[in-house]
């Protein structure tokens, strides 16, 4: 007998000028293209994701985190089908553990936030993640 996984569901609107809700409600993101393409909110979202999946990891390990993060991320035509699409995406995160782990533990941890971030995942392009441990 085989078993379903879990499954999680997300739901965005925009609204007729472009302001995007969520279905949770809160406050909407405004259509700013001067500032914000859609390319830089995937990248806040696997800023946002590899962070929430680590503090997800660090809680159940009995460690509060502190942390930060910036992407950078390329596009162009990928050399397989020529289509303009993320090619290179890296990550840059500072963070910090209270109480800090052993080395093994804070290894153990920042693996399994790369991992479980679903955005990351979902990329054809997988990030590179360089974490700064103080």
Known sequence: MSTRARSFDYAVE?????EARSERGGTGVPS?????APEHLV???LARCSLTSLRY???RAGVELTSQ???????????????FAFVEIAVEADVAFD??????????????GERDCFV???LTAPPTYDWRVA
């Open 14 to 18: 925009l609204d007729d000028t472009w």
């Open 32 to 36: 700013d293209e001067e500032h914000w």
């Open 43 to 45: 990248l806040a979202g």
């Open 57 to 59: 990891h660090c809680r």
């Open 69 to 83: 993060a910036s992407v950078h991320g390329t596009v162009t035509r990928r050399d397989e089908d020529g289509r």
């Open 99 to 112: 109480p800090k782990p052993d080395e093994a533990t804070v290894a153990d941890l920042l693996m399994k």
């Open 120 to 122: 990351g995942a979902s």
